[in-house]
């Protein structure tokens, strides 16, 4: 075990200090980037305003009409445990409202990552008015314009690093899209489709859609919200800390969702207690778990059961299927480890015919941590019959600070198309980030 000390700024330690904690404390919030004492206050009204967010007017009022109108709203979710979280939040509250919204996720092994055009046509089958993405969409350009020639409108929200190109969507919420001055740029999905939510319950009370009814609490969202948080492990700064702490907060009171209760128990853990640990190392995995083996839908419907009993129906299945996915990496990473020993070079690329792709992303993110190098790892993919039965291999990459990915691949595509200008913008160099990649 190596035991690393986290760097702080000596003003920041001092600040704290001046306003009466600890000295000891003090260097451990300054070591997490709290600057000041305020920072330490989890009230609700600490929260950073919806309004704050570029385009969530908008998406409130297109979400406020489509209800009002009685259109179908179709949730695009994604895979993981922010998608799924994302997923939840907004059916929950959707429904709360009086919407008729449904869910899709798309099998990563057959449609792969995001809105593509072949979910699309997917979704389009159950004649939605709205698509509403979460926890992707910034990059699906091709998937947008294919609903748009449908006659499906789009709402994205997401908070990943968008491309050159924005898609075309009626509306699209994502703190970190250009012109976004949300000062939190490190919301979870989960944490934007909970924001949109609270802007589309305040256009709502505008229009006295709640008139003579009660008005639906979103706060009892927000343990949902902190497992999506802590489990996609974005940076935790102080708007992200105030809705985790408001999410255990409910947890611990007893009041959380059955799902979130039932995953925590069916893991012997008692809700009454629950950490950030719980969520991360125990909820989270868990439901991760649906993603990588199995259909995602296991673990929203989870997330959404009301019924206590069905919950932890779906819990068990869900622990089942994490205790699987741990025999499975266990296995892959011996083997990648063995394959360690013989290779040499900046970047790291592995594959294995007998590895499952659903793993292959956890895979690349232990062999990262151990080589401190950007690895990628692939799995057979399936039989690809637009190529006469060609196998494709699907990997997933992950990466160290200071290089992302995303921007070497496109460096690679475009070295392929204008080797010149490519060469130019590498030696000038991009933003980067040390977040991990899906191809």
Known sequence: MRIVARTYAESDRYALVEAGVHPLLARIYAARRIRSSAELKYEVSALLSPFLLKGIDDAARLLADAIQSGKRLLIVADYDADGATACAVGIRALRAFGAHAEYLVPDRFKLGYGLSPE??????????????????????????????????ATLITDH????????????????????????????????????????????????DAFKGKLEPNLGALTDLVAL??????????????????????????GRGQPGVMALLRAAGRSP????????????????????????????????????????????????????????????????????????????????????????????????????????????????????????????????????????????????????????RRACHGRRVDDRGTRL
């Open 119 to 152: 979910l699309v046509e997917l979704a389009a089958q159950r004649r939605p008015d709205l698509l509403i993405t979460v926890d992707n969409g910034i990059a699906s350009v091709e998937g947008v314009a294919r609903a748009r020639e449908l006659g499906i």
């Open 160 to 207: 990943h690093l968008p491309g050159p190109e924005l898609p075309a969507a009626a509306c699209i919420v994502n703190p970190n899209q250009p012109g976004c001055a949300f000062p939190s740029k490190a919301l979870a999905g989960v944490g934007v489709m909970f924001y949109v939510m609270l802007a589309l319950r305040a256009e709502l009370r505008k229009r």
């Open 228 to 253: 999506g948080t802590v489990a996609d492990v974005v940076p935790l700064d102080t708007n992200n800390r105030t809705l985790v702490s408001q999410g255990l907060k409910r947890l611990r009171g």
């Open 272 to 423: 009454a207690e629950a950490t950030s640990f719980d969520l991360g190392f125990v909820a989270g995995p868990r439901l991760n778990a649906a993603g990588r083996l199995a259909d995602m839908s296991v673990g929203i419907e989870c997330l959404i059961a009301d019924d206590e009993a069905r919950a932890m129906n779906l819990a068990q299945e869900l622990d089942r299927l994490n205790t699987e996915r741990r025999a499975i990496e266990t296995s892959m990473l011996q083997q990648a480890f063995e394959y360690l020993n013989a290779v040499k070079g900046t970047g790291l690329t592995f594959f294995d015919a007998g590895w499952h792709q659903g793993v292959v992303g956890i895979l690349a993110a232990r062999l990262k941590d151990r080589v401190h190098r950007p690895v990628i790892c692939f799995a057979k993919g399936g039989e690809a019959a637009s190529e006469g039965g060609v196998p494709v291999l699907r990997g997933s990459g992950r990466s160290i600070p200071g290089l992302h990915l995303r921007d070497c691949l496109d460096l690679v595509a475009e070295a392929r198309a204008r080797p010149h200008r490519a060469l």
